[in-house]
T-cell receptor
């Protein structure tokens, strides 16, 4: 019974490149949440998705960031034209259909470094 | 106001002592208050949670105290152990799907 799987665990990108972060939710979970954690800070909500639907993207920067959760396959957080300020740990959480997010389980995160 | 303020930023406790971490919020729309434990290089793990209609919840050595009128809640770790050394985050659930996290407390339990 695998938990939330995120890959890659570590990602290094040069400024201007694209970063793609993947999240496979726990089996049976159809709700996915993305959070960003800057060094020495708490987690900040980015986006809440269900299959093929963005429910709440109020925490997403208006430019360069996008997220999707297709019918098949993992959820993808995409950051285009990365800048140094995008360096952070990005965490994905998933929860079962109908459950509150407090039942959500977090993955181990992807640590993005922009050089 | 969608903030949750957490203190202290860091905490050092002797083994066997009590660790206390405090959080405060403004938004009365928050309806669930979980605490997360995070070890270096790992994702946050749910530790214990409380609803605002309950004043206290205890699970083993971990207790949440909740003061609805003061909009404050705290985590107490009794008989703290070196294995409890981690970063602790309080959070509040907002609009059914969004967690608002505090800034975190780095706890170090000395043997």
């Amino acid at each position: 019974n695998a938990g939330v799987m995120q890959n890659p665990r570590h990602l290094v990108r040069r400024r201007g490149q694209e970063a793609r972060l993947r999240c496979s939710p726990m089996k049976g979970h159809s709700h996915v949440y993305w959070y960003r954690q800057l060094p020495e800070e708490g987690l900040k909500f980015m986006v809440y998705l269900q299959k093929e639907n963005i429910i709440d993207e109020s925490g997403m920067p208006k430019e360069r960031f996008s997220a999707e959760f297709p019918k098949e396959g993992p959820s993808i957080l995409r950051i285009q034209q990365v800048v140094r300020g995008d360096s952070a740990a990005y965490f994905c959480a998933s929860s079962p259909l109908g459950q509150e997010v407090t039942e959500a389980f977090f993955g181990q995160g992807t640590r993005l470094t922009v050089v | 106001q969608q903030q949750v303020k957490q203190s202290p930023q860091s905490l050092i406790v002797q083994k066997g002592g009590i660790s206390i971490i405090n959080c405060a919020y403004e938004n009365t729309a928050f309806d669930y208050f979980p605490w997360y434990q995070q070890f270096p290089g790992k994702g946050p793990a749910l530790l214990i949670a409380i609803r605002p209609d309950v004043s206290e919840k205890k699970e083993g050595r971990f207790t949440i105290s909740f003061n609805k009128s003061a909009k404050q809640f705290s985590l107490h770790i009794m008989d703290s152990q070196p294995g409890d050394s981690a970063t602790y985050f309080c959070a509040a659930l907002y609009q059914g799907g969004k967690l608002i996290f505090g800034q975190g407390t780095e706890l170090s339990v000395k043997p």
